[in-house]
T-cell receptor, first 110, second 115 residues
Framework: QQPVQSPQAVILREGEDAVINCSSS?????VHWYRQKHGEAPVFLMI?????EQKGHEKISASFNEKKQQSSLYLTASQLSYSGTYFC???????????FGKGTRLSVIA | GAVVSQHPSRVICKSGTSVKIECRSL??????MFWYRQFPKQSLMLMAT?????????EQGVEKDKFLINHASLTLSTLTVTSAHPEDSSFYIC???????????FGDGTRLSIL
């Protein structure tokens, strides 16, 4: 079952913050976040496995709620290089393939 | 970081041709490889999952006789689009992951155009 991502698109000025959400109607085993630039392959950002987990990677961090049905990706002090489409991929067990959301198109302008 | 190489990056060919796409994990053993199809401005749609040495598992609606997948070793999987037609034109991307809960590392994708 495809996770629901919101918003579909967002435009930011450099230095602004953004939050991208990824929701499922079922409890998830894991959530994976990727960023894809136009014409390129998706690049792995991070995995979340535990309810209540928070993880950071420089100015990009993510959380996974206690019920393991929602994850949020936080982009702080955005840079031009953050532009791209962000996808969450979710798995309902340890040996099932990821199902990706429809993506959130992020545009950072100067 | 883990590197996955996918070739060719672009193919343009006539209708009826068969096209083979290779996906290699260069610096790790890929227990599982995945093949996706992506239309412009859309999400990644899983076509099939393959484990080394066994038959691929295809998603519903994906014709296994049309999209042949071979995963002969822990570093190589191939997707052959047989008798391709214009509606098969798309961006095909492979990914690979190691054992356990691991990130999927994506190849650079193959843009297939059938005339």
């Amino acid at each position: 079952q495809q996770p629901v991502q919101s918003p579909q698109a967002v435009i930011l000025r450099e230095g602004e913050d953004a939050v991208i959400n990824c929701s499922s109607s079922k409890a998830l085993y894991s959530v994976h976040w990727y960023r894809q630039k136009h014409g390129e392959a998706p690049v792995f950002l991070m995995i979340l496995l535990k309810g209540g987990e928070q993880k950071g990677h420089e100015k990009i961090s993510a959380s996974f709620n206690e019920k393991k049905q929602q994850s949020s990706l936080y982009l702080t002090a955005s840079q031009l290089s953050y532009s791209g489409t962000y996808f969450c991929g979710t798995a309902v067990s340890g040996n099932t393939p990821l199902v990706f959301g429809k993506g959130t198109r992020l545009s950072v302008i100067a | 970081g883990a590197v996955v190489s996918q070739h060719p990056s672009r193919v343009i060919c006539k209708s009826g041709t068969s096209v083979k796409i290779e996906c290699r994990s260069l610096d790790f053993q890929a227990t599982t490889m995945f093949w996706y199809r992506q239309f412009p401005k859309q999400s990644l749609m899983l076509m099939a999952t393959s484990n080394e040495g066994s038959k691929a598992t295809y998603e519903q609606g994906v014709e296994k006789d049309k999209f042949l997948i071979n995963h002969a070793s822990l570093t190589l999987s191939t997707l052959t689009v047989t008798s391709a037609h214009p509606e098969d034109s798309s961006f095909y991307i492979c990914s690979a992951s190691g054992a356990g809960v691991q990130p999927q590392h994506f190849g650079d994708g193959t843009r297939l155009s059938i005339l």
